[in-house]
Nanobody, 130 residues
Framework: QVQLVESGGDLVQPGGSLRLSCAAS??????????IGWIRQAPGKGREGVSC????????YYTDSVKGRFTISRDNANHTVYLQMNNLKPEDTAVYYC?????????????????????WGQGTQVTVSS
């Protein structure tokens, strides 16, 4: 059974930084063709793919609004995916979900997650406000 547990969400001022963690278990983290990443949902809005990383070649994807500010990475030894978020803006306020999808690319996961079957964590709240 796939389990994804997020942590690291918090209240932070604009311009601040946070690092989100996603601890994964119950699936072959190191096998090919898994896309793992972060999808967020802001208040009153639909879910949006933020950043995704491949389990095989570590290829990455970022949505335009976070390029240059967010960095996704993987720790294979600890089966954990991280999202380092710098220069946070109020519009980054959202619940951030970790998700894992077998057999698709990082672009497909981040752009088209709604049509594929994957596993999801419970989410962690990020609030950017002064």
């Amino acid at each position: 059974q796939v389990q994804l547990v997020e942590s690291g969400g918090d209240l932070v001022q604009p311009g601040g930084s946070l690092r989100l963690s996603c601890a994964a278990s119950g699936f072959p983290f190191l096998l090919d063709n898994y896309a793992i990443g972060w999808i967020r949902q802001a208040p009153g809005k639909g879910r949006e793919g933020v950043s995704c990383i491949s389990s095989s070649d570590s290829s990455t994807y970022y949505t335009d609004s976070v390029k240059g500010r967010f960095t996704i990475s993987r720790d294979n030894a600890n089966h954990t995916v991280y999202l380092q978020m710098n220069n946070l803006k109020p519009e980054d306020t959202a619940v951030y979900y970790c998700a894992a999808f077998p057999g698709i690319t990082v672009q497909h996961m981040c752009e088209m997650f709604h049509i594929f079957r994957g596993s999801w964590g419970q989410g962690t709240q990020v609030t950017v406000s002064s």
